[in-house]
Structure formats: C-alpha cells, structure tokens
C-alpha cells in the first residue's frame, strides 16, 4: 500500500506586502507586482513527518512532498529528478586554499540541468490546476526543462529565448514538441514576445511570475542539508542571475529551521554575477533593497546573463539576512576555472557553475574566507551543453598513419 500524499499547503503569500492568495487557483504576481511565495501548515508537517520518514523514500525530489506543492499524486510529472551528489573538489580547493570546497551537480539531473526541479514542480502544479497551455522567455535551460516536462505531462509549451542561447537547448525545445520563437536581443526582448502570448491565452511560467518554480529550486537547500546529516555548510555560493535558487535555498533553510530539522548558524549565501552583468552585486555594494537595471549586458555565462531581476528584493534579502556577500568575475576567469576543474576534478561544470569557483578564489584571497569553512557551490547545469566553451574543443589531436601521437 501506498504511502500517504500529504501535501501541507496552506495558501500563497506576497513577498512584499504579505497579502494572501488562494493556492487553488491559478495564480501570477501579486497585485503590487510582486513575486508570491508559497506557504505551508508547517506545524502539521512538524507533527506528522520526521527526517527518518524523508530518508525511507524514493531518491527524488518528491520525498518532500509535504513541503512541495502538489496535493494528488496523480499530477505528479516525473522524470527522475532531484538527489544531484556532492562532490569533494580537494584538489581544486587544496590550490586556491579552501580545503573543504564541495560542489553538488546539478548537471547529473534529467535536462542537464537545475531547472529540471523548477519545470517538475511548476508543470506539476499547472497540470494540477487545469492550466493546458505555458509560455516563457529563457536563456536556454529553463525554456529545455520546461519543454520536457510539459510534453511528459501533454501540456503545450510556447518558449522564446535570444538567439544567442546554448544551440542545444533550442535543439531540446524543438525535440520536445515546444513551439519554439527566436529573438534577437537578451531575455528581456523574449519577454516582450511571451508576453503577447500570454495576452492570448497562454499562462506565464516566466522567471518568479507563477509561484511554484521556487518550490523545484528550494528542494537543492533540503538535500543540500539531508545530503550533510541535516545540517549546513558554513557558504553556500550560487550562480545568480534571476535568482530563484538563491531565493529557493533561503526559503528551505527557514522551513527546515521551523521544522526543527535544522539548527545551528544558518549558512552565508553568497551570489556570483559576472562582471559583464552584475546588477545584484552593484546594488548589494551600495546598499540598495532593489537593483537598477544593467546596461549592456553580457557575458559568457548565458544563464546568468539577466540585465534585471524581479526577485532582486528577495536576493539582497537572502544574502544580508545570512552574513553573505555578491561577488562580481571576468569571463576570462571563468573560462579558466571551468577548464582546470574539469583537468583537476574531472567535472564538467556550466560557465554559471565555474564563476562560483572564480568567486571563491577571489574571496579567499581578499580574506572573506579564511580557508577553515565548508563551502559548496552549485553547479547548476552540465558544460555539455556549452561545447564552444571547452578549450580546443574545434582543434583535437590528429592521428598520423591510424595511431594517435604519444604525450
């Protein structure tokens, strides 16, 4: 017999003037234009489920399910995701002075990629409330899981992304049966485009416009912890562009913390920008609650290259709630460390996952970090779906008469 599906969500909730929502209807931004946030019946969840009960089941994101939005099993869109390992990165670490430097890989998950978690709870969610048709702008990645998933769960999906986007994850679109537009500009010119679908019809699943992608995301903080022994590590760093992980990880630290299923000083949370797009980092320099948008963005890290956030309050929230930081990097130096740790660790990271490296070297050598702490860092997405960014990757070896040279 089945185990129960107990899911304790209770309603949602603005993030900015706390104004209430009914999570049974299908729902975008507050009135105020302001991201919601999905909240539980958390002293149900506490009285009814232990950390042992989440240990008995499956390796998947949904053994939270009690924390996950999703009232009926049979809405459930799976397609195997959540559990990414962490990895020791001792070499790498050991050069730069940070011993024990962690990365938990999200480019093991089912896309490839870290939105895979956001698009099987999203999907879920929308499948779930009768909504038959989703759109969205992406840089690639999110647009590639959010495609899949909808195909998996018969839902249509109308993505568009810039035409600078990863060539693979338009391939992904195309294969999963999206329709799939191409614009000229950055993310910010896609949206114009979805939004006209949506002026027809089509729900948006854009980045923090619909509640449940955050609810995906936060899932990287829950295993992050039951993955340590329920507890945390001393840094977190996380690629940010949009941000919804970073704001996903903060909103599973204060669940688990309510829960009692962890205790102890919460982890400093630190976002990395590139220096090409840093609208975060320059507002968490100046002191600012929101970030100005940034002109002229660019950067090798496609994912993170969003010129404004519509959660940036939520961001610089999660980051000086915690003791954190927003650290800026060159794309040259991201290159750099996303080549020495694949030569060193043998792990591919994304261009987004290799600036957490970058970043942690610089905070190191400027003595935020004094080499004692655990740090894990997120590799958001797999380096195979980036080839133009491997080092010789268009000139290899040439075998002369059938045998390959000798080194």
Request: with cysteine; aromatic share 6%.
């Amino acid at each position: 017999m089945a185990e129960p599906w107990n899911s304790a969500l209770s309603h949602l909730e603005c993030g900015r003037c706390g104004t209430r929502y009914d999570a049974d209807e299908p729902q975008n931004l507050c009135e105020c234009g302001t991201p919601l946030l999905v909240r539980y019946d958390l002293d149900l969840v506490a009285r009814t489920v232990s950390t042992a009960d989440i240990a008995s089941r499956p390796g998947d994101l949904w053994r939270y399910r009690e924390l996950l939005p999703v009232r009926d099993r049979r809405h459930v869109v799976s397609l195997g995701e959540g559990m990414s390992p962490i990895l020791p990165l001792r070499s790498y670490g050991a050069r730069i002075g940070v011993p024990d430097l962690l990365v938990k890989d999200e480019g093991m998950l089912p896309t490839g990629s870290f939105k895979s978690r956001g698009a099987a709870v999203g999907v879920s969610r929308a499948l779930e409330l009768g909504i038959d048709r989703i759109t969205m702008p992406t840089n690639g990645n999110a647009g590639a899981a959010w495609a899949a998933y909808a195909a998996r769960a018969g839902l249509e999906a109308l993505i568009v992304m810039p035409r600078e986007a990863p060539r693979i994850t338009r391939m992904e679109c195309a294969m999963a049966g999206a329709r799939l537009y191409v614009v000229d500009g950055l993310i910010g010119d896609a949206g114009k485009l979805a939004a006209q679908a949506v002026a027809d019809g089509w729900f948006d699943t854009a980045t923090l416009k619909e509640p449940y992608r955050i609810e995906g995301k936060k899932t990287m903080g829950m295993e992050i912890a039951e993955q340590l022994g329920w507890r945390m590590p001393d840094v977190i760093v996380y690629p940010t562009g949009g941000g919804v992980g970073l704001i996903g990880i903060r909103k599973a630290l204060d669940e688990l913390v309510a829960l009692g299923w962890l205790t102890g000083r919460l982890p400093r949370l630190v976002a990395v920008q590139s220096s090409g797009v840093a609208p975060i980092v320059r507002a968490f320099e100046q002191g600012a609650q929101t970030a100005r948008p940034w002109e002229g963005a660019a950067t090798v890290a496609f994912g993170i290259n969003v010129a404004s956030a519509v959660g940036d309050f939520l961001i610089l929230s999660a980051i000086r709630d915690t003791g954190g930081t927003a650290v800026a990097v060159d794309d040259a130096d991201i290159l750099a460390a996303q080549a020495e740790c694949a030569a060193t660790e043998g792990v591919l990271m994304c261009p987004e996952g290799a600036a957490t490296l970058t970043a942690v070297a610089r905070l190191r050598a400027d003595g935020w970090l004094d080499g004692s702490e655990e740090v894990v860092v997120l590799n958001t997405g797999s380096n195979l779906k980036y080839p133009h960014t491997a080092p010789g990757a268009e000139a290899p070896l040439l075998a002369k008469d059938g045998l390959l040279p000798l080194q």
